[in-house]
């Protein structure tokens, strides 16, 4: 009885004990798991930011490879269509691209012929590799195999004209359809490795470009080793179905380090871009401090029997916490803060936020933007208007919309931008948007373009351009029914001008001849440098009576051919001095005929006047002959 009694006492002191552990233990235990399910979330929040800096970087990557391989592009585009048209003038217009670019950036210029043998290199060391055998180059093949006219990247290989590793960026030379060879431009894997490390944000970062066979042709650490061997096959971007891009996590081949890898495939060519980031290395702060509060936790759940202790733990946490929010916070700030990329928030077309470098790039301070409407930045309220028909609709559909456009500085200056934007509500009203100023890029753009379609001399189009403005010209004829006319000139006594006093006299005369043949057609009119010294004028909008379009074409003739016969005086050399000075007379012969809408094909009518240019010097020069519409030169006028 009296021990029922004294076990009864001791269960009835020990309850409230016991009620405190089991509460006390309760809270514990629903406390470490709300503290591991935060863990998991700020870890998994980590890694998303690991994630999105490391998309960021590939996208960088990838935008510099595609500018930089469009412009390669352009200019070699350009440098085949002179090769085939004015191979003349493919030594001038070689070096102006090769000056065009960055020092360093083009090695030298390339021609090889359809069987692979070196026809020309603009390297004076590789002069005596010329007519060497290089069909067995995969750059060489490739092309020659195919039949396709693209974009080609070679892997690294040992170059024969110097002793430097290259990088093979070739086109091939078509026309009509038929092979004639291989133009290409070789690169330095260094120059596009040290472009790679500009783009770095932390030191330990990897950005590397790959061709799909695993052949690296740009690395920003290990250059050396990596362009000796290829990367193992199981990479997930070297897989065919492995889509346009990912992110995996796995270790670097060359630096044996675990790395968080984001690749991207290239829409135009065959290449990969990759950026890799130590997300360990980034990710160690916050593992440790989440470490070292589970340790406190656990060391609190062991002490946690009084109120006090307990609560102190907490705020111990709290403040563990808000450290990392504040760290965290300061990090996104420096993100927002970036010099390259412009980040701005709108609200009904209206500033409402922005980073520095977006009112930077503008030339506005942060007070001169927010609460302006985004109408400040476009040109006129046309393409103000425009932007919004085509952007609007899929921000609300919740597609990020991305484009070039063209905005207006606060100097009245006009720049380009390369802008991609997202919704951030249902209704569309508020959006936020990153801009990067990609004006440089479409300046190189315009220039390559121009040098396209123009003669380097005397600055008149080509004979690309011309041709594309006799289509216009004649589609123009087919609508209104008025007859057009085309002129061929060859310069009469020029050799002779050369052979005295050297190229850069007969340069000069060019030049001569090119402003007094501009000085007497109409604005609409087209005046052209064929090659050498012939010269075409292209006369549209005549009359739609052939007598009368004739006579309005033989006026215009003559009046050119008693300007050209005018005596040139030339200044030789850069001193003013008489001595410098020659008058020379010129000539010319010229060649005449009519066209209406499309009876005859580009060629014919340019055969057509050539013909009957010939028959003008066959009859003495200095005179212009009309083409009978068989062909054959008629009588002068």
């Known amino acids: 009885m009296i021990q029922t009694r004294l076990f009864t006492w001791r269960l009835r002191s020990s309850l409230p004990l016991l009620l405190i552990l089991g509460v006390t233990l309760l809270a514990c235990g629903l406390y470490w798991r709300s503290l591991l399910n935060r863990q998991a979330l700020q870890l998994q929040a980590a890694q998303q930011h690991s994630e999105w800096r490391a998309n960021q970087l590939n996208e960088a990557v990838t935008q510099q490879l595609n500018a930089t391989l469009l412009s390669i592009d352009v200019a070699l585009k350009h440098l085949s269509s002179v090769y085939l048209h004015n191979p003349r003038d493919f030594d001038i217009a070689v070096q102006d691209v090769l000056t065009s670019y960055p020092t360093g950036m083009l090695q030298y210029v390339t021609v090889f012929d359809a069987d692979g043998k070196l026809r020309y290199a603009s390297s004076p060391l590789a002069s005596k590799f010329l007519g060497q055998d290089f069909s067995d180059r995969e750059h060489f093949s490739v092309h020659a195999h195919s039949g396709a006219d693209a974009l080609f990247v070679s892997a690294p290989i040992a170059g024969r004209l110097s002793d430097a590793s290259l990088v093979q960026i070739t086109r091939g030379i078509w026309n009509g359809g038929q092979f004639l060879g291989v133009i290409g431009i070789p690169v330095l894997p260094v120059y596009l490795s040290e472009q790679l490390v500009l783009l770095q944000v932390d030191p330990t970062d990897i950005l590397a470009v790959v061709r799909l066979d695993g052949s690296i042709i740009a ?40 790395m968080l890898f984001s690749w991207q495939r290239l829409a135009q060519w065959p290449l990969v871009t990759v950026a890799a980031i130590n997300e360990a290395a980034e990710t160690a702060p ?71 470098a977006f009112a930077t ?49 606060k100097d009245g200056s006009l720049a380009w931008f390369d802008i991609s934007g997202e919704q951030l509500d249902t209704d569309g009203r508020e959006s936020i ?9 479409k300046q190189i753009e315009d220039q390559v373009r121009h040098l396209a379609f123009h003669d380097s001399l005397t600055k008149l189009p080509n004979r690309r351009l011309l041709v594309d403005r006799m ?28 052979d005295a006093h050297g190229h850069d006299a007969g340069d000069l005369l060019l030049v001569e001849v090119a402003e007094r043949l501009r000085q007497c057609v109409r604005e609409m009119d087209t005046v052209a440098r064929f090659g050498g010294d012939e010269f075409v004028v292209m006369l549209s909008d005549l009359d739609a009576e052939q007598a009368s379009s004739q006579r309005q074409a033989a006026a215009i003739a003559e009046k050119i051919r008693l300007s050209l016969e005018k005596p040139y005086s030339l200044q030789i050399g850069h001193c003013q001095h008489p001595a410098d000075l020659v008058t020379h007379r010129c000539s010319a012969s010229i060649g005449v005929t009519l066209f209406l809408d499309h009876d005859n094909t580009e060629d014919e009518i340019l055969n057509r006047a050539d013909t009957a240019m010939y028959a003008a010097k066959h009859d003495g020069r200095n005179q212009v002959q009309f083409a009978a519409s068989g062909g054959s030169a008629a009588a002068g006028a």
């Open 361 to 409: 790039m503008l030339g506005y301070s942060l007070d001169e933007m927010i609460g302006q409407s985004t109408r400040l930045l476009y040109p006129d309220e046309t393409a103000f208007k425009d932007f919004s028909v085509a952007a609007y609709p899929k921000l609300v559909q919740g597609k990020v919309y991305r484009s070039e456009v063209q905005f207006v500085r």
């Open 471 to 498: 289509v216009q010209t004649m589609a123009a004829s087919k609508r209104n029914g008025r007859y057009a006319a085309l002129l061929f000139l060859d310069l009469d006594n020029f050799k002779p001008l050369n």
């Open 433 to 441: 948007w990153s801009l990067v100023d990609i004006t440089e890029r």
């Open 219 to 258: 690395r920003s650490h290990h250059l050396e080793e990596s362009l000796k061997s290829k990367l193992p096959p199981q990479r997930p971007f070297l897989h065919g179905k492995a889509g346009e891009r990912g992110l995996f996590r796995s270790t670097s081949t060359y630096d044996k380090l675990p």
């Open 286 to 356: 916050l593992s440790l401090a989440l470490e070292g509060e589970r340790q406190r936790s656990l060391l609190a759940i062991g002490l946690a029997m009084a109120f006090s202790l307990g609560v102190a733990l907490l705020m111990m946490r709290i403040q563990g916490q808000n450290r990392w929010l504040a760290r965290s916070e300061a990090e996104q700030r420096a993100i927002l803060n970036s010099e390259i990329s412009g980040i701005v928030k709108l609200q009904n077309r209206k500033f409402v936020w922005m980073n520095q």
